[in-house]
């Protein structure tokens, strides 16, 4: 996690990009900020249904449930970040 800190803002988006290519998908895609960022709310909280879904066909079937309430916390906090009241 160290080495993720001292990334410059470039840098950890390459690897947000590498590391979902939908998120980058949908940044490329919007032009808008707003519409950027109600897509990507919109598939967080996809994901974030399908986490704990016993029936989800998703990847995250397998996880842990410790990986699973990591990730979700992980998502709770990206909403919190990325919400319009959070701004200035």
Not at 66 to 74: F, M
Request: proline letters at 2%; glycine letters at 0%; a positive charge.
């Amino acid at each position: 996690m160290k080495n993720l800190i001292t990334c410059s803002k470039d840098e950890l988006f390459e690897i947000l990009c590498r590391s979902d290519l939908h998120i980058y998908r949908i940044l490329k895609k919007n032009t808008k900020l707003h519409d950027a960022r109600h897509q990507l709310l919109l598939y967080l909280n996809n994901i974030d249904k399908h986490l704990f879904n016993i029936y989800s066909d998703k990847q995250f079937k397998d996880l842990n449930i410790l990986e699973k309430k990591n990730a979700r916390d992980c998502i709770r906090v990206l909403k919190t970040t990325i919400k319009p009241n959070s701004l200035p």
